[in-house]
């Protein structure tokens, strides 16, 4: 690991931050993705069911 210096604390924090930060948009799509399905799914039972 490099020698941050004084900015050490800054840096690794901003860091920690972006990876909070994208796994939090990870598991948001990934949640959205399984209730876009879900309701496709739905749609589509509804529509075989009508005829």
């Keep these: 690991?490099?020698?941050?210096?004084?900015?050490?604390?800054?840096?690794?924090?901003?860091?920690?931050i972006s990876l909070v930060l994208l796994a939090g948009l990870v598991c948001l799509?990934?949640?959205q993705g399984a209730k876009a399905r879900?309701?496709?799914?739905?749609?589509e039972e509804?529509?075989?069911s009508d005829g």
């Design 1 to 16: 690991m490099p020698d941050l210096g004084k900015y050490a604390e800054t840096v690794l924090s901003s860091y920690a």
């Design 46 to 48: 509804r529509r075989k």
């Design 38 to 43: 879900r309701q496709l799914t739905q749609i």
């Design 29 to 31: 799509s990934i949640w």
